[in-house]
């Protein structure tokens, strides 16, 4: 699998295995910022007779040892992030919601967030939009479900609350 990343660390693209031989090479010659991780052989294991299930030993008595097949790296655009050269998830952004009647508070909020509220979660022109950090309350008119997308700063993901009001 290679991974193109920018300097950040944002995930763009990824191009899983088997990749074209000779990519890797071509992207470094262009001084694109990737990772290469090709499959990696799974530990070996003691070899069993397809007819009987039974294990499988050499001449010698030493048991006949192969892997079973290979490790893939795994990688998600939507979750993952590359930190010092490896593929880590990217970590939550911590905040939490409740509901008090027709009052919702959103806590926690990291500094430079932006909400995402629909008042209603079926009519997108019911969008509101604005930006919060730590504690952000608002009440709504009617009782009824919200649906709240916190988009907080890179790396932290976003989170989506549907909360129903009363």
Known sequence: MIVEYDQAGRIFHVISDPVPEGLAEL????GQTFLDLPPTPQP???????DTGHL????????????????FAECDLSTDHVVDGEIVRRPSSGCGVSATGRVV????????SALSILLDPEDMSSMARVEAAGE???????????RICV????????????????
């Open 105 to 112: 508070t959103l806590t926690g909020l990291p500094e430079g």
């Open 27 to 30: 992207m470094r010659e262009n």
């Open 136 to 146: 952000f309350s608002f009440e709504v008119d009617e009782p009824g479900p919200v």
């Open 56 to 71: 499988l030993f050499d001449h010698d008595g030493e048991p006949v040892l192969e892997s079973p097949g290979l490790c």
């Open 44 to 50: 070996e294991v003691q070899k069993r007779d397809p």
């Open 151 to 166: 988009t907080p700063p890179w790396p932290l993901l976003e989170e989506v609350f549907n909360v129903e009001t009363e």
